[in-house]
């Protein structure tokens, strides 16, 4: 019996194994579903200037975040494939940010993941106040300028983020996010 069980949990696991490689392949054929990338580029993922290459100046200084994708620059393509390469961008006085997130930064521009680690809601709100991010599904805040870090809220952890550089005056990406994005389940 016990064997059976331990054969039937391995399958188990196998099956399951083979489904998140499924998935994991799918986002490598996919180049729309691939996470950010070095070397690419951000657009505006809504609005008047949807599509439109994002560049150091287009941040608004210690303002509320820009919601955009990566783009591969080689071909064109936009990594709107899933809502889970959403990236948001914020800019503020290098000389305010932790030295962590300094690192990371391109002239003050900071990026992160915008999936609440929470139950994965959309981060889109922002207090002008504080300038923190703002979940607004349960109110988890984050502190954008010292790595996204939980300021409140029940997110038991900060916001991947992404490391940038500015390449005359155009915001690229250095790497990927810096851990995986991810999220509980609602029950
Ligand atoms: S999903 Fe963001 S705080 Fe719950």
């Known amino acids: 019996m016990e064997d059976r069980r331990t054969i039937l949990k391995s399958g188990l696991a196998l099956g399951l194994g083979l489904r998140s490689l499924d998935v994991l392949h799918a ?10 990338q070095e070397g690419d580029r951000f657009v505006f993922a809504f609005g008047p200037r949807q599509g439109e290459t994002i560049g150091v100046d287009d ?4 303002s ?3 919601i955009c994708y990566a783009m591969d620059p080689a071909s064109g393509t936009v990594r709107d494939g899933s809502r889970l390469n959403q990236v948001l961008l914020l800019r ?11 690192e990371v930064s391109a002239d003050g521009v900071v990026a992160y993941s915008g999936i609440c680690p929470h139950t994965g809601c959309d981060i889109e709100d922002w207090s002008e106040e504080t300038e ?5 599904c349960h109110e988890s805040e984050f502190d954008p300028r010292d790595a996204a870090e ?12 992404l490391p940038l550089r500015s ?14 994005i991810r999220f509980q389940k609602e029950f």
């Open 92 to 102: 503020f006085d290098p000389e305010s940010l932790s030295p962590e997130t300094r």
């Open 64 to 66: 509320e975040q820009i």
């Open 132 to 136: 923190f991010l703002i979940c607004s």
């Open 167 to 180: 390449e005359g005056g155009v915001l690229v990406a250095t790497g990927g996010f810096s851990a995986t």
């Open 59 to 62: 941040v608004p200084l210690a």
């Open 27 to 36: 986002q490598a054929e996919d180049p729309r579903k691939a996470r950010p």
């Open 150 to 161: 939980v300021i409140s809220g029940p997110a038991p952890r900060r916001l991947p983020s």
